[in-house]
């Protein structure tokens, strides 16, 4: 049987073998074929498919998304827009993540900036945490 073991595949691929048994029971990943001592063997197919899934989840991909790109790949002749729609939202979704970790930033620069590093009685930090409407910004 050609083909490395869960544990090569998880060294060469990057991926945790309990993830790599996960997204065979999500369906990311089809079932290795099995030695008769039933142990499972990747071929370089699977392996190449291991790395995209990790470089997506990496990227912050959903498992969804990940499957319907792998569906994509899975069928080349298609149009490209599908992954282009998909990816344009991936990258919407970290711009507002972006928007709201400077929001986050200004706050606790501000917060600290307040501190008058007296007692707790007069701390800004305390302060602001325990009274939200003391933020600038309301969205973080």
Do not use: W
Not at 2 to 14: D, K, L, N
Not at 65 to 90: K, W
């Amino acid at each position: 049987m050609s083909g490395v073991p869960i544990g090569e595949a998880a060294r060469v691929s990057g991926v945790k073998v309990p993830t790599i048994r996960y997204y065979e029971e999500v369906g990311l990943l089809p079932e290795p074929p099995r030695t008769a001592g039933n142990r499972r063997f990747y071929d370089e197919a699977r392996l190449r498919r291991l790395t995209f899934i990790r470089h997506a989840r990496e990227l912050g991909f959903e498992v969804g998304a990940i499957r319907t790109l792998l569906d994509l790949q899975d069928n080349p002749g298609q149009s490209c827009s599908p992954a282009d729609s998909i990816a344009r939202q991936r990258l919407l979704d970290v711009v507002a993540r972006i928007d709201r970790l400077k929001a986050l930033q200004t706050e606790l620069e501000r917060m600290i900036a307040g501190c008058s590093h007296g007692t707790i009685a007069t701390c800004r930090v305390i302060e602001v945490l325990t009274d939200h409407g003391r933020c600038a910004h309301p969205s973080h």
